[in-house]
Each structure stands twice: as C-alpha cells, then as structure tokens.
C-alpha cells in the first residue's frame, strides 16, 4: 500500500506544486480567505469531489466516504496568511503588498488537496470515511478551529480522530516529527494601560510617574512564573510592547503594554489570570495610579492522543523509514488545532521544509520564508497514509 501511495503522491506533486505557488502569490488574511475557498473548491469540483458544508463564511469541508463502514478520520489544514511584506527571492512571491504565506498555510492546504486525490483513487483500500477540513482563521483570535466547532462540525462528523500537519523548517526535507502528549501551549494576549500624572521630567514630585509604575509590574509579574507557578509547570510571560509617549524631559500621562502568557495547565491558567490584575492594580494604587487590565484568553494547550500518536509513529516509520521520524520537544507556541485536540483525540505533527543546500533555513513568521517543495510530496503521501492506516486499524 505503501508503494501505491507513494507513486500517487509523485504522480500528482506538479499538480500540488502548481496549486501551492497560486495561495501562495494571493495571500489572504484570517477570515477573509474567499478567493483562496474559492479556487480550491472549484479544483476539488473539477476532481469530481464536491463541498459538503461550508463553515465560518471561508471555511469548508469534503467528505470521502469509502463506501465500507467503518471510523470517521478528519484531516485539517488552514488557509489563512499572515500580515507580512515579503522578501523571499522567489518567482512566485506574493503579489499583495503586506501579505504573505509565512507560516505554511499555503503548502498544509495543498497537501490536503493532494491527500484528496490519494484517497479519492484508492477508496477500495481503506474503510469509514475521511472528512477533509479546511480552516479559515488559524492566525487570530478566537480562531477559526472554535468558531467550526461552535457552528457544528463535530457533531455534524463526530470523527474519531483527527490529523493535521505543519511545516517545520527546522528540519530538512524528508524527515517529521512528533511528541505525544502535551505539545504547544495555551497563549492569551495581555493589554494593560497604566495610568499616572504627566509633567516635567525634572519635577518629578509632581507628577505620577506611569514608566516607573510600569517597570516595577513587568518586573514584579516574572515571580509569577518563577515564585508562584509549579516549577514543574512549564510557563512563560513576557511584554513585547511599551508605549509611553513622552519624552527625555518629559514624564507621560499613560504607558501602554502589550504582552502573552503561555502555559499548559488550564486550572493555573485561571489563576494567573486574577493574580495578573491584583498585581497590577495593588502596585499601580501603590504608586498613586490606575492599571487597566484587558486579558484576551486565547487558544487551550494542544495535546496529542498517546495511542493515536504512538501508532501514527509506527506508521510514519513504515512509510519513511525509522530513521526520518524524530520526537519533538515541548514548544511554547500556540496552534488553535488545540481545540480540536481537546475534544477529539488527535495528532498534530511536524513536516520537515528546510534545506541547507538551497539556502533554506528561515523561521516561520520570518519575510523570507520559503520552503522546499519537495516536502510536499511526502507531505500528502505520509498524511494519506496515516489516514488509511488509521482507518484500517
């Protein structure tokens, strides 16, 4: 089965390659993904695969049914890009000024069309039915993977399982990765606006000072992950942004600080949250001034099924071989796959892009990000794979 899946992913790889460099030279971003929806859809119908639900205005799903009883296996990719000016030296690069695929979105959507192709052809191998899901809005909160299920998708399908994969241009072409477990973090989005009394800088009795009352509660909130969070508990707060628009000589009225928190555990997640405010408020008063605080709760912590996982291993090491699958470590960014994974047992791997050969070897997120196409060959053949073999089993 193996050999057959391979010949059809190297059969259709042109094809999968052609439709990757179209997303990708017309970027759209979260939830506006209606040209991307629709040049997608009309390919699957050109295919003979017609849409059997949209789902968050751009957002669809295809239903394979085997014709066989049997699981429900969903398989999810995102079609969302990010606000980014791209730089890439590529011919292909994006014809929209201030946007781009840097995070993959356009190669984990190709895929997913050429998983359909793979599964389309060989539906007297497998057995159930495969539910392909394609994700608006993965780059914003709330996230397009809550607002699919608040609409009804699970109980729409009630799969049994879920796939989905990402690029990982820290690993070169040819190789995957996976942790069971817990993998990625929740990630919440921290605005707090600390108030004073502006004035001279030179007269600083008469004023009260927002920079300083700002200083001491970025300071005072990093016992929180190291004094008062489990030390076993992994967690990571940090402030990205402060605004304070005074001047050398001049004490501003109001700072602005935007920041995240990340963890994994969602009783202590709630926690941190109302120590979050008592700190700020109780030293911003101590200091004769106001905080406000506006905490964004973002995307739960992403976990992978242990069985799911450890199986799809095993079936990952039959098609690639041992020695291209890798385990991964614990990783403090965010995916809103996490809404899947908490309420359906999942898997959530890696695809290696990178290639130090061709000079591949930015970061997603970056303005030169590329990846190496030819991943997605095994992209669209492993997750066919893992889909039958899941089904299968």
């Known amino acids: 089965m193996e050999s057959k899946i391979k010949l059809l992913a190297a059969k259709y790889f042109s094809e999968i390659q052609e439709i990757r460099r179209h997303i990708h030279q017309n970027p759209e971003l979260s939830f506006e993904e209606f040209e991307t929806s629709k040049y997608l859809k009309s390919k699957l119908l050109d295919w003979g695969l017609e849409v059997d639900a949209t789902w968050v205005n751009t957002g669809f799903t295809v239903v394979i049914d085997s014709g066989k009883p049997g699981k429900t296996i969903a398989i999810r990719a995102d079609l969302d890009a990010l606000p980014i000016h791209e730089k890439a030296a590529i011919e292909y690069k994006s014809k929209i000024e201030g946007k781009m695929h840097?995070?993959?979105?356009?190669?984990?959507?190709?895929?997913?069309?050429?998983?359909?192709?793979?599964?389309?052809?060989?539906?007297?191998?497998?057995?159930?039915?495969?539910?392909?899901?394609?994700?608006?809005?993965?780059?914003?909160?709330?996230?397009?993977?809550?607002?699919?299920?608040?609409?009804?998708?699970?109980?729409?399908?009630?799969?049994?399982?879920?796939?989905?994969?990402?690029?990982?241009?820290?690993?070169?072409?040819?190789?995957?990765?996976?942790?069971?477990g817990m993998y990625m973090a929740s990630a919440d989005e921290i605005y707090l606006t600390v108030k004073g009394v502006g004035g001279h800088g030179a007269l600083p009795h008469r004023n009260i000072d927002p920079i300083v009352i700002s200083a001491s509660i970025i300071l005072d909130l990093q016992t929180l992950a190291s004094r008062i969070a489990p030390p076993t508990l992994p967690t990571v707060l940090s402030f990205g942004k402060i605004i304070g628009e005074g001047a050398t000589n001049v004490i501003p009225s109001e700072v602005k600080l935007e920041g995240t928190l990340r963890t994994f555990d969602e009783d202590w997640r709630a926690i941190f949250h109302k120590r979050i405010t008592e700190i700020c408020k109780s030293i911003a008063a101590a200091h004769g001034g106001e905080c406000i605080v506006d905490i964004r709760k973002g995307y739960p912590f992403l976990v992978n099924d242990n069985n799911l996982t450890e199986n799809s291993i095993q079936f990952a090491n039959q098609y690639l071989g041992e020695n291209y699958v890798e385990r991964l470590e614990l990783r403090m960014t965010a995916e809103d796959?996490?809404?899947?994974?908490?309420?359906?047992?999942?898997?959530?791997?890696?695809?290696?892009?990178?290639?130090?050969?061709?000079?591949?070897?930015?970061?997603?997120?970056?303005?030169?990000?590329?990846?190496?196409?030819?991943a997605m060959e095994i992209g669209v053949g492993l997750m066919a794979h893992l889909a039958i073999q899941h089904l299968n089993n």
């Not at 979105?105 to 394609?134: N, P, Y």
């Not at 359906?344 to 050969?357: D, E, N, Q, T």
Request: net charge negative; with cysteine.
């Open 102 to 180: 840097a995070c993959g979105h356009d190669v984990h959507a190709s895929c997913l069309m050429g998983v359909a192709k793979v599964l389309q052809e060989t539906k007297e191998d497998w057995r159930g039915r495969a539910v392909l899901v394609f994700q608006p809005g993965e780059e914003k909160l709330p996230g397009g993977a809550s607002l699919m299920i608040e609409e009804g998708l699970l109980d729409r399908y009630k799969p049994d399982l879920m796939l989905a994969q990402h690029v990982y241009p820290e690993f070169e072409t040819g190789y995957v990765g996976f942790k069971n």
């Open 337 to 374: 796959f996490a809404y899947f994974s908490q309420k359906v047992p999942s898997c959530f791997y890696r695809l290696g892009v990178g290639s130090k050969a061709l000079g591949i070897d930015k970061s997603v997120h970056h303005p030169e990000f590329q990846v190496d196409e030819k």
